[in-house]
T-cell receptor, first 114, second 111 residues
């Protein structure tokens, strides 16, 4: 157990639907990062939050949004889902806004859009 | 835009032999990371390399960094079956937050 908790582990939903993925960072970590892993795009950075504020944005679609709550857990909202959104979504956390010692990854949420 | 390339993409290893995975990146960075991922699992941190000439070793794995050549290598000594996994390198740009990952090297160690 890495200390980063992601729920749910698996999610199957239909095109056009909306889902929410949840991430609880490791105790004491203030930064949360979301990554998408797909066969064709590899591992891609989506977005980072630090202590409730957005800090960096990557290749995140407009249909996707995220937030970090006062208790530091984060949610990634995916809407108007398409087949191509099927992927493994990872959350990672680090102690500060950027980490010299690595990022701790959760076990991921596997999203299947049918 | 920072690009990270790994090669080879797939490596079939024989137990007991030595192999090297290469990671090239296109622009200046201040951190290079190596991760291991088992099928359907999370990414496990292996090494963080902070400066030119850095070398780190853990068991049969050794990672090194040459910032002038923008190259990192992951050397596997006397491969064993337990090392079968996909290995990723990732680079963080100086003063940046996000990690840019290479495409991964899938390693299969055969007896």
């Amino acid at each position: 157990d890495s200390g980063v908790t992601q729920t749910p582990k698996h999610l199957i939903t239909a095109t056009g639907q909306r889902v929410t993925l949840r991430c609880s960072p490791r105790s004491g970590d203030l930064s949360v990062y979301w990554y998408q892993q797909s066969l064709d795009q590899g591992l891609q950075f989506l977005i980072q939050y630090y202590n409730g504020e957005e800090r960096a944005k990557g290749n995140i679609l407009e249909r996707f949004s995220a937030q970090q709550f006062p208790d530091l857990h984060s949610e990634l909202n995916l809407s108007s889902l398409e087949l191509g959104d099927s992927a493994l979504y990872f959350c990672a956390s680090s102690p500060r806004t950027s980490s010299s010692y690595g990022y701790t990854f959760g076990s991921g949420t596997r999203l299947t859009v049918v | 835009e920072l690009k990270v390339e790994q090669n080879p993409l797939f490596l079939s290893m024989q137990e007991g032999k030595n192999y090297t995975i290469y990671c090239n990146y296109s622009t200046t960075s201040d951190r290079l990371y190596w991760y291991r991922q088992d099928p359907g699992k999370s990414l496990e941190s292996l090494f963080v390399l902070l400066s030119n000439g850095a070398v780190k070793q853990e068991g049969r794995l050794m990672a090194s960094l040459d910032t002038k050549a923008r190259l990192s290598t992951l050397h596997i000594t006397a491969a064993v079956h337990d090392l079968s996994a996909t290995y990723f390198c990732a680079v963080r740009r100086a003063a940046g937050n996000k990690l840019t990952f290479g495409g991964g090297t899938r390693v299969l160690v055969k007896p």
